[in-house]
């Protein structure tokens, strides 16, 4: 994204909205260009992810998103990171050992 003058006044702006009180423009163009910089690397590391299978950290086999059963799971697995059949087999065992 290039920084123009424009979005420098933009900037300028929205700080003085947020922060009740005006900036100048070469820390406004300095904040901006951080922003901007920040913004780019997450994009490039999303985009460079997006692709990457994910791995159960238990088993190391390739998770299908479409396995989870339910809401349950989906939650599990943000958590753990386990997929369907890990879960089943630690949870089940769990329960066994709690009875």
């Known amino acids: 994204m290039q920084i123009t003058e424009g979005r420098v006044s933009q900037y300028m702006d929205l700080y003085l909205e ?3 009180k005006p900036i100048n423009r070469v820390q406004a163009r300095n904040e901006l260009t951080a922003l901007v910089c920040l913004m780019e690397s997450v994009y490039k590391y999303c985009n460079k992810t997006k692709n990457m299978e ?3 950290p238990n088993c190391r ?3 299908d998103p479409d396995s989870f059963r339910d809401e349950v799971s989906i939650e599990e697995f943000n958590i753990s990171g ?3 059949n890990c879960q089943d087999l630690t949870f089940r065992n769990g329960r066994q050992q709690a009875n």
Do not use: D, K, M, S
Request: hydrophobic content about 35%.
């Open 82 to 84: 386990f997929c369907q």
């Open 18 to 20: 947020e922060y009740g």
């Open 61 to 63: 086999e390739v998770i």
């Open 54 to 56: 994910t791995l159960c």
